[in-house]
């Protein structure tokens, strides 16, 4: 008791004397009559940098006080007509990529999604038809455009390049910067790289914009890089890694003895040093050497704790402390370069295991949002205006890491972890920009829902077989328990509206199981329509094709090109009627082709683009779209182009859902709060649906139709008329 | 205590006497830079050490986001305006997760700065020109028995000047060639000393040397303090005050010495890492 009462009077003593001398010095600093000279830079230098932040805001919030009337003015000049025939002074449009109207349905009638059930009582669910093909980048490119494929010119996340048959992004290219000094081993870049949108139209926003309605997009695929216009956009789908790829995750270890390199992956072997371990991570190219292949490296050290439950990462200055079976916040990386400049970026680490091998997966190396290496927002200050408001954030279209799970890189719950890590960044984003966009339109797509449905479909809870038989622990209920998350979004979304406002919840597509896969370069292989040289192995990217006497080709989930004369390098089919009965024929024989193993039907219907598509860049198509049947898709041989032995085989990875089918099997959803006159309703409908809400002429190219839309109270005034 | 104290504060003396030395050959301004980097290196570490980096960080990103809002969204007066209170608000946040490195990094910094004051403050006496020795006394009734005495390169030009309402005699003083003196005010049989510097190289200049205040004696170092409750207040001497060529302004020490360790600072946090 004594010593407690001595500690606790020591206690008392300690603060006493810190709050004497704090007193102390404040009074002197305060009091003394020569002091205040000398305070003055030492509080100055405390202070600058807020100071200077605080003045510089000051300035900018005086002069946007000050100009706003004549801003407004010329505004009111400028947009008069803005909202002044609309139905509503916001539209808030979420997208969540892949969600499934049988899985929502059957969830609904479980009443495991209250929000969802409310929109469904009061407004709107119905099925919303998908492109053809029902692949994201073509399906959003259609939602932002309102137009068809033939006119935005987006077909697959790939296109070949038609003269090296090599696969080219077909959202975006980039090139080298236009000029360039060579001096010897080196190239100095004298500007910037050349970055084009391939995706042709207009998105909605711009229309939307010009006519003084704000609007604030947030990560819509196929944003990259972003186009200018009166308004907010964080791009999304398509937008690289610091590689300049679509996401390459480094996995570093002590049982690999040499590095490996495979498409999306670099495997990088531990050097043991003393107690430590040494690695680097790969970076973006090496644009000074005229080597190709030279890259930028990241060096860093590993040091397992005593425990060995944790380990200490070095790099760059910096000390993370990183746990067993755990992410690392993110990471700012410095790449290099031999001019002394350095290209930013950051990741994520996560320690996969300590013994009896040391194994540290890197995330790939997104775009720095404070720093980016290219344009991911506009205006660009928006990407650092969210970073610094919420702190650092995945910029990578597709940031989800699915192949370091289907390629065992990863386990199940860790890439569920970065499934949801990723996604609190993206409502954080959203919901600022909800606050931001008081009128106007806010849009948001979220990718969680496709990615994790690829990765989990298999799993009973969808009605289906799995595929695998290794089923994680908990993971029967991880579809649920995304759908319920997602609804628990939109009820914090509906929280935050006014009574008048307009939600739309929408989805390019739907999901079905993928269990067995279609080598269609297998099958014109075997039908002679694609032939390979003799004696030589085929491979990726048609390694061993001979397209001397090569027909038809497929890239891509979904597409088959013909080798046509003048348009492709080694083209043999002649444009025009040649070209045309080739495609009826492929047509005609794909069409209903049966499964010998399962005896079902692999592939629904394939489609004449010719026919299927219009518009100016229905030539840039694939020539033949196959629609496969329910649980079929393109295998992963045939996706890179290489042809196997057998033209059907198993899929046996994690990856176990897809879309890439038939649309007529995977419809997206359509729920509002509004009430949507009629049924059938497409996802090209939605970009001049909302021109229309908000009282604007519907171009005359768009194929989409504008829908009667009115908010609930009045539906049945709609239905009357 | 106050002794050992005053022990330091002259072993504090030796210390950047010495330093000055080592640099003398060196322009002012030179030293006054390094003097600048070696503030902005310890307010750096200070604030690494007693601060809540990460905090600050967070605060500095927000501070950064409120600026960037009111730029972003500036046709929206309501974002706009709550912009600027979000960063007033975290501004003061600020502030107060840098007051305890302010705190604790005052009191040095007042050490230096009396060092830096009595060295930048004032440039020496010219030789040849006419400069006052000013002494306050406790009395005015002891003025009539004051003698000042010279060292031989000293001479007075003028007779003093006796002002019984403010209790100061003023000398009228030349020096004649460049050096460090020891001017004498006797009273009553006792000697109170002050320094006097002549010359155009860079010493330490101490205007006045005052009776013994603790407080006096931190910001007016360089020479010890008459004694307590002696009968001379003060002896002061007139130096001229060191200017600094900035194109073609002149400025005193003080805001040069500010920009050079504010630039200093915001150059090396990167280095140090150091969030401010």
């Known amino acids: ?721 | 205590m106050l002794n050992r104290v005053t022990t330091l504060l002259i072993w504090i003396d030796k210390l950047f006497d010495f330093s000055f030395r080592l640099m003398k050959p060196l322009p002012a301004l030179v030293v006054l830079a390094v003097f600048s980097v070696l503030t902005a290196v310890l307010s750096l570490i200070v604030v690494r050490w007693t601060s809540n980096q990460k905090a600050i960080r967070r605060l500095r990103h927000l501070i950064d986001a409120h600026v960037l809002e009111v730029r972003l969204f500036s046709d929206q007066p309501r974002v706009v305006l709550r912009a600027y209170l979000n960063l007033l608000g975290d501004t003061l946040l600020y502030l107060r997760y840098a007051l305890v490195s302010l705190l604790v990094f005052s009191l040095p910094l007042l050490l230096l700065f009396g060092q830096l004051e009595a060295h930048f403050e004032h440039a020496p006496l010219e030789p040849g020109c006419d400069f006052l020795v000013s002494a306050k006394f406790q009395t005015a009734d002891s003025l009539a028995g004051v003698v000042l005495r010279l060292p031989p390169d000293l001479v007075q030009t003028a007779p003093s000047v006796h002002v019984l309402s403010e209790r100061e005699i003023d000398w009228r003083i030349k020096g004649q060639r460049a050096g460090t003196y020891d001017v004498h005010v006797v009273l009553q049989g006792h000697d109170f000393s002050k320094r006097v510097v002549v010359g155009t190289e860079f010493a330490s200049i101490v205007p006045r040397r005052l009776r013994g205040s603790f407080w006096q004696r931190i910001i007016n170092p360089g020479e010890a303090p008459l004694p307590p409750g002696g009968l001379v207040e003060q002896i002061g001497i007139q130096y001229p005050q060191r200017l600094f060529g900035v194109g073609t302004w002149k400025v005193g020490w003080l805001a040069p010495y500010a920009a050079l360790t504010l630039a200093a600072a915001l150059l090396l946090k990167g280095p140090l890492r150091t969030e401010i």
């Open chain 1, 1 to 721: 008791m004594l010593a407690e009462r001595k500690n606790r009077g020591d206690s008392c003593e300690n603060r006493y004397l810190l709050l004497s001398i704090f007193v102390a010095i404040v009074s002197f600093l305060i009091f003394a009559p020569v002091a205040h000279a000398y305070v003055g830079p030492g509080a100055g230098f405390a202070v600058l940098t807020s100071f200077l932040s605080w003045l510089l805001a000051s300035l900018q919030a005086i002069f946007a006080f000050l100009t706003w009337p004549i801003r407004q003015f010329f505004r009111f000049l400028r947009h008069r007509r803005a909202y002044r025939k609309a139905k509503t002074k916001r539209a808030i449009i979420l997208g969540f990529d892949g969600m499934d109207p049988l899985v929502t349905e059957r969830f609904l009638k479980q009443g495991k999604l209250p929000n969802l059930a409310r929109l469904r009582e009061s407004g709107t669910f119905q099925a919303l038809a998908t492109t053809l093909p029902p692949i994201s980048p073509v399906a959003w490119s259609s939602f932002l455009t309102g137009v068809n494929p033939g006119k935005h010119n987006v077909y697959d996340f790939v296109m070949p390049n038609r003269r090296l048959y090599l696969p080219e992004l077909s959202s975006a290219r980039i090139r080298e910067p236009k000029r360039v000094l060579k001096i010897g081993r080196y190239k100095i870049p004298l500007s910037r790289p050349r970055i084009s949108v391939l995706r042709r139209s207009t998105p909605f926003w711009h229309y939307l914009a010009k006519a003084g309605v704000s609007c604030s997009i947030i990560r819509v695929p196929v944003t990259f890089p972003p186009e200018k216009f009166s308004g907010v956009l964080l791009s999304g789908m398509c937008v690289p890694d610091i590689q300049g790829t679509q996401g390459t995750f480094s996995f570093h270890t002590t049982r690999a003895p040499i590095r490996e390199t495979a498409s999306n992956r670099v495997v990088v072997p531990f050097v043991k040093h003393r107690t430590s371990f040494h690695s680097y991570i790969p970076g973006p190219p090496d644009t000074l050497r005229a080597d190709p292949a030279a890259q930028l490296r990241a060096p860093f050290s590993v040091k397992v704790a005593a425990s060995k439950q944790q380990a200490a990462i070095r790099i760059d200055g910096q000390r993370i402390s990183i746990s067993k079976g755990k992410y690392s916040e993110w990471v700012e990386l410095k790449f290099r370069t031999g001019t002394g400049s350095s290209i930013k970026g950051i990741c994520r680490f996560y320690l996969k295991s300590i013994e009896p091998d040391l194994e540290l997966y890197v995330t790939p190396v997104n775009i720095h949002p404070m720093h980016p290496a290219l344009p991911i927002s506009h205006p660009l200050a928006y990407s650092v205006y969210l970073a610094k408001l919420n702190g650092l954030y995945a910029t990578l279209g597709l940031a989800e890491d699915t192949w370091a799970l289907n390629d065992g890189f990863l386990g199940e719950d860790a890439f569920l972890e970065q499934c949801y890590l990723i996604h609190q960044e993206r409502e954080q984003m959203f919901f600022d920009a909800l606050e931001k966009t008081a009128q106007g339109v806010c849009v948001c797509v979220f990718d969680i829902t496709d990615r994790v449905q690829h990765m989990f479909w298999r799993h009973p809870s969808n009605g289906h077989d799995p595929v695998t038989p290794q089923v994680g622990n908990g993971a029967l209920d991880v579809i649920e328990d995304l759908y319920k998350r997602m609804d628990q979004l939109i009820g914090r979304t509906m929280d935050k509206m006014s009574g008048d406002d307009l939600l739309l919840i929408v989805s390019d597509h739907g999901f079905k199981a993928f269990e067995r896969g279609v080598n269609l370069n297998s099958w014109l292989h075997q039908q002679g329509y694609l032939t390979l040289r003799e004696n030589v192995p085929s491979g990726d990217w048609f390694e061993g094709v001979d397209w001397t006497k090569t027909r038809a080709y497929s890239l891509g989930l979904n597409g088959i090109y013909l080798n046509i004369r003048g348009r492709e390098g080694m083209g043999i089919v002649e444009p025009g009627s040649e070209a045309a009965r080739l495609r009826t024929q492929l047509c005609e024989k794909l069409q209903g082709l049966i499964d010998p193993e399962t005896s079902r039907v692999a592939i629904l219907r394939a489609f004449d683009a010719m026919k299927a598509y219009r518009g100016p860049y229905r030539e840039n198509a694939p020539d033949v779209i196959v629609g496969f049947g329910e649980g079929y898709r393109a295998s992963w041989d045939s996706a890179e182009g290489e042809v196997t032995s057998t033209v059907f085989n198993v899929n046996s990875k994690a990856w176990s859902g897809d879309h890439c089918i038939d649309p007529s099997l995977v419809p997206g959803v359509l729920f509002s709060n509004w009430k949507i006159v009629g049924e059938r309703h497409a996802i090209t409908d939605i970009a001049p649906t909302l021109l229309s809400v908000f009282g604007l002429k519907v171009p005359l190219h768009m194929d989409g139709k504008p829908w009667g839309i009115t908010p609930s109270a009045s539906a049945a005034v709609l239905q009357e008329q």
